[in-house]
């Protein structure tokens, strides 16, 4: 089956640093990828929109300053979280889908602001 | 707005037995699918089982199945003879046709007792 592959799947930085997440589609070709951010115990919560050859579509009340989206290929897209600051920290999911199909979620980041 | 309501935040289950977790959902388009992810400790998000909107007919997937009742809104998930790897978080969650996000619920925390 279709697989997304995220790096890393833990990642500790200091305070003020930028930190990469990368999603990549393993097996399809992904005109569209989704950004997650997930608090404990919490749900999925939609961040952005990534699209391949344009600009990504924050959702209302994402920093798209501090979110740093990229999709420059068909297979890839990146999070780049600036200036990472400790309320950064959480567990960010990036997903994506063939048309009309479920959605298949990368393993995760962890990230922790230090 | 569209919503995903889960109103069970925990259930537990005796291994064997069968358990049912409740989803509602609201919104006004007629074509979307439904879904059941499944988020272990590792925090992989793993589909459970998948149900398009059109269809009358419950969907199956071995030991899961749903009752799906569209003009109620409702997409319950049953898990029979309970196993302990059944044990996670179960998030009920819908999206509509093309490259669109997943609408998430807050999810259950499902436990297994042996």
């Known amino acids: 089956g279709a697989v997304v592959s995220q790096h890393p799947s833990r990642v500790i930085c200091k305070s003020g640093t930028s930190v990469k997440i990368e999603c990549r589609s393993l097996d399809f070709q992904a005109t569209t990828m989704f950004w997650y951010r997930q608090f404990p115990k919490q749900s999925l919560m939609l961040m952005a929109t990534s699209n391949e050859g344009s600009k990504a579509t924050y959702e209302q009340g994402v920093e798209k300053d501090k979110f740093l989206i990229n999709h420059a290929s068909l297979t890839l897209s990146t999070l780049t979280v600036t200036s990472a600051h400790p309320e950064d920290s959480s567990f960010y999911i990036c997903?994506?889908?063939?048309?009309?199909?479920?959605?298949?979620f990368g393993q995760g980041t962890r990230l922790t602001v230090v | 707005a569209q919503t995903v309501t889960q109103s069970q935040p925990e259930m537990s289950v005796q291994e064997a037995e069968t358990v049912t977790l409740s989803c509602t959902y609201d919104t006004s388009e007629s074509d979307y699918y439904l879904f059941w992810y499944k988020q272990p400790p590792s925090r992989q998000m793993i589909l459970v089982i998948r149900q398009e909107a059109y269809k009358q007919q419950n969907a199956t997937e071995n030991r899961f199945s749903v009752n799906f009742q569209k003009a109620a809104k409702s997409f319950s998930l049953k898990i029979s003879d309970s196993q302990l790897g059944d044990a996670a978080m179960y998030f009920c969650?819908?999206?509509?046709?093309?490259?669109?996000?997943?609408?998430f619920g807050k999810g259950t925390r499902l436990s297994v007792i042996a």
């Open positions: 969650a819908y999206r509509f046709p093309g490259n669109t996000p997943l609408v």
């Open positions: 997903s994506a889908s063939r048309r009309n199909t479920e959605a298949f």
